[in-house]
């Protein structure tokens, strides 16, 4: 139980296209998913925290019209990066909190993004 | 100063060796201490979840908290070569779910 699965795992695109990011919970029903970042040998940054039906809360430095976040249902949020750029290239990873264990945070995979 | 400090590694044993992997805090109010194993280009795993301090142990994985000198440890006991792996610390304060990670140890084990 408790998987979150990703998807594109990878996606290579072109500088200034946008790239859609998918994460489910394909077991369990998330109210809240979680959205990091993730450079080469560094730990994750969290980049937003989401609710379901509510706006997404962004931490500090990060451009909300730049990574957009939707979450529209228990089981699927979406991050999207707009107008990419060779430095948004990096490993974005999902997570998702199952109720009742708030503490318990379930990955999902990964998805490398390249942005050439 | 950094809220929780890892030591990035690499490091490196035999298979068998019993290694410790360590985490120290700042934050005196954090409650919940979680490990994750995290193989290369995957996302972190949940191994061990911890409240307070003490030992919570789970076949050959032993996590260890000292909130009074603000020290988490890892054990794993007979390393295997599939143990090899970056294991990062997270710990979160009570109601609030948004835990705050290390940077992670990389840890090698040869056969």
């Known amino acids: 139980g408790a998987v979150v699965s990703q998807h594109p795992s990878w996606v290579i695109c072109k500088s200034g296209t946008s790239v859609k990011i998918e994460c489910r919970s394909l077991d369990f029903q998330a109210t809240t998913m979680f959205w990091y970042r993730q450079f080469p040998k560094q730990s994750l940054m969290l980049m937003a925290t989401?609710?379901?039906?509510?706006?997404?809360?962004?931490e500090q430095g990060v451009e909300k019209d730049k990574f957009l976040i939707n979450h529209a249902s228990l089981t699927l949020s979406t991050l999207t990066v707009t107008s990419a750029h060779p430095e948004d290239s990096s490993f974005y990873i999902c997570?998702?909190?199952?109720?009742?264990?708030?503490?318990?945070?379930?990955f999902g995979p990964g998805t490398r993004l390249t942005v050439l | 100063q950094k809220e929780v400090e890892q030591d990035p590694g690499p490091l490196s044993v035999p298979e068998g060796a019993i290694v410790s992997l360590n985490c120290t805090y700042s934050n005196s109010a954090f409650q919940y201490f979680m490990w994750y194993r995290q193989y290369s280009r995957k996302g972190p795993e949940l191994l061990m979840y911890?409240?307070?301090?003490g030992n919570k142990e789970d076949g050959r994985f032993t996590a260890q908290v000292d909130k009074s000198s603000k020290y988490i440890s890892l054990f794993i006991r007979d390393s295997q070569p599939s143990d090899s792996a970056t294991y990062l610390c997270a710990m979160n304060q009570g109601g609030s779910y948004i835990p705050t990670f290390g940077r992670g140890t990389s840890l090698i084990v040869h056969p």
């Open positions: 997570s998702a909190r199952a109720h009742p264990s708030p503490n318990e945070q379930f």
């Open positions: 911890t409240y307070s301090s």
């Open positions: 989401s609710n379901e039906g509510s706006k997404a809360t962004y």
